[in-house]
């Protein structure tokens, strides 16, 4: 079947009819009117690397290779240099197992952790300012043309968050072309998604723009820059530490983003306002009730 200009522009796109992913449920409405409606789905996947249990993160279960590659090297467990020997999934068990050439061991590590501010409860290990000492992210310029165009791309693509709402959005994207958009229910493991994705397919980050429907959280600003993404952007808001952090590392923090507005609160400098605001179309209601959900 043929799918949307929309939708083909996309590497991947979500799936908003995927089974799994979604199940009926019936309710009553404010009338005491029944009701059915599709909400998401949310199972457990437990992350090994190599013979070390590391996570059980709770997921919608889609791409459960990219969400463990991308959780283990957003925590720097796995190494620039590692060699991947293998990616086992079990959908019975629901387990991924990623196995390396290199012994890797870190009881240290887990003993430590932060309970994050992430929908569905993130977890980071160690230190959440590790690995980000030798971080230098590239002053890649930004034309504000290319965030309104990828707004209206993005906000018009279907979605589980349209279709079922209660689930967060995150999209990698090139200029003014979103490539890979992943879904979850939280929205820091739709982020780890796209890291395993990059680095399966040997992705440069440089030149690329991150798009989220969450908030500029201090974890999110951290994933991004161990990615190496110099661009984090989203229709949500700020948090004090998330500014801070970017601010430090270089990295362009694009927030509140809805119709012709938005606010950089980190990398203003290198903004190139080639665009009008006032030309821009004014963002459709279905929209704005959706983002205020």
């Not at 009701?35 to 459960?64: C, F, H, K, W």
């Not at 397919?201 to 991004?224: F, H, N, P």
Request: with cysteine; net charge negative; hydrophobic share 35%.
């Amino acid at each position: 079947m043929a799918r949307s200009d929309n939708v083909s522009d996309y590497i991947i796109a979500p799936d908003p009819k995927a089974a799994r992913l979604t199940r009926s449920v019936e309710g009553v409405d404010q009338n005491g009117a029944s009701e059915v409606i599709s909400v998401v789905e949310e199972r457990p996947l437990t992350i090994y690397l190599n013979a070390q249990e590391i996570v059980t993160a709770m997921t919608i279960g889609d791409y459960p290779d990219y969400l463990a590659l991308g959780f283990l090297r957003n925590q720097g467990m796995l190494l620039d240099d590692d060699e991947i020997t293998g990616v086992e999934y079990d959908e019975e068990l629901e387990t991924v197992v990623v196995r390396t050439q290199r012994e890797t061991s870190y009881e240290d590590k887990l003993r430590k952790k932060t309970r994050t501010s992430g929908c569905a409860v993130g977890t980071v290990f160690g230190d959440m300012m590790e690995g980000l000492e030798g971080v230098r992210l590239p002053q890649t310029p930004l034309r504000t043309s290319w965030l309104y165009e990828l707004a209206s791309k993005i906000n018009r693509t279907p979605s589980l968050y349209l279709e079922a709402g209660a689930i967060h959005g995150t999209v990698l994207c090139h200029q003014n072309r979103p490539l890979v958009y992943m879904e979850d229910v939280g929205r820091h493991n739709a982020v780890d998604k796209i890291a395993g994705w990059m680095l399966s397919e040997g992705v440069s980050a440089q030149d690329k723009i991150l798009y989220t429907t969450g908030r500029l959280t201090s974890e999110m600003v951290i994933k991004t820059a161990m990615m190496g993404i110099p661009v984090l952007a989203s229709r949500s808001g700020f948090t004090a530490w998330g500014v801070e952090i970017a601010r430090e590392l270089g990295l362009t923090l694009i927030g509140r983003m809805r119709g012709r507005r938005f606010v950089c609160l980190a990398g203003e400098g290198r903004l190139v306002r080639d665009i009008d605001p006032s030309t821009v179309p004014v963002e459709d209601k279905k929209h704005r009730r959706k983002s205020a959900e």
